[in-house]
């Protein structure tokens, strides 16, 4: 009898631990199903809150897996988790309750960390006290046209001067749009091979006469940085010289989103090309 109730015990433990076992899977497949599908993601993608040290971990990370560093920047986006293995098991969950989705999302990551090779202002080999800061500006409140969001990061000069900082191209691409914008003053927009839109503005002039379709290397020099904008063609001196860098991804429904770029600035500033000017 004593045999008959032990046997009945364990089987009741295991079914016990089965079933938690069970619920906490499907809790956290639960969890993950509503961070791919509703509004969480895209402002997790948005935001981009990835420190330089975490994207150079999750690139050595696919190296032995079967996971691209897309995919572990979408699973740390989404967790807040950083190690391998623990990003392992929430990837499998979200390649096998929602793979498409998932695809999808990791492909809007590589749009935006694939195609990058330098920071857009290069240090002067001439001077070393010509430099230039930058802090995570994005979505702050402006007025200009109406009260809006940030959609970017500026870039100051040390040196208020316009005309005098080198832009480079970050990226590899081709030229979407230049000229002139109400908001933004001289701009040009670079799309990249991977699918992202960069988008560099308050240029003080062009380093060529670019145009759209223009194909433009990483590295290459755009313009110099100005302080033009807000007004009439030709408008300068509304504020600081400085570089608005905005960085824009589409989503599966064609949605233009913008991304911080401050996070991207903040890795590429290890990747700085040096340029003769004073």
Request: net charge negative.
């Amino acid at each position: 009898m004593k045999k008959q109730v032990w046997v009945w015990l364990l089987a009741l433990t295991a079914a016990v631990c089965f079933a938690t076992t069970l619920i906490g899977r499907l809790q956290k497949v639960a969890k993950a199903t509503h961070l791919l599908v509703g509004e969480d993601t895209k402002e997790l993608l948005r935001q981009q809150e990835v420190p330089a040290e975490l994207y150079e971990s999750f690139c050595s990370y696919e190296k032995d897996s079967g996971y691209s560093r897309y995919d572990y920047l979408l699973g740390y986006l989404c967790t807040e988790k950083d190690g391998q293995k623990e990003l392992d098991s929430y990837l499998e969950l979200l390649y096998g309750y929602q793979a498409s989705r998932t695809r999808e999302l990791a492909k809007a990551e590589q749009a935006v960390w694939e195609d990058l090779e330098y920071f857009p202002i290069p240090l002067s080999k001439a001077d070393s006290s010509i430099v230039v800061s930058f802090e995570n500006s994005w979505m702050f409140d402006r007025s200009f046209g109406g009260n809006r969001g940030h959609e970017g990061t500026d870039i100051m000069a040390s040196f208020n001067a316009r005309g005098h900082y080198p832009v480079l191209s970050i990226t590899d691409g081709t030229v979407e749009k230049v000229g002139w914008l109400k908001l933004g003053g001289y701009r040009i927009g670079i799309r990249s091979p991977s699918g992202g839109y960069f988008y560099y503005a308050h240029l003080n002039d062009y380093a060529r006469e670019f145009k759209e379709g223009d194909v433009v290397k990483a590295g290459e020099l755009l313009g110099f940085m100005g302080d033009s904008g807000y007004g009439a063609e030709g408008t300068t001196g509304k504020f600081a010289v400085h570089l608005h860098l905005g960085i824009y991804i589409n989503d599966e429904t064609g949605e233009e989103l913008s991304v911080n770029p401050y996070w991207i600035l903040k890795w590429l500033e290890k990747k700085r090309l040096h340029y003769q000017f004073t």
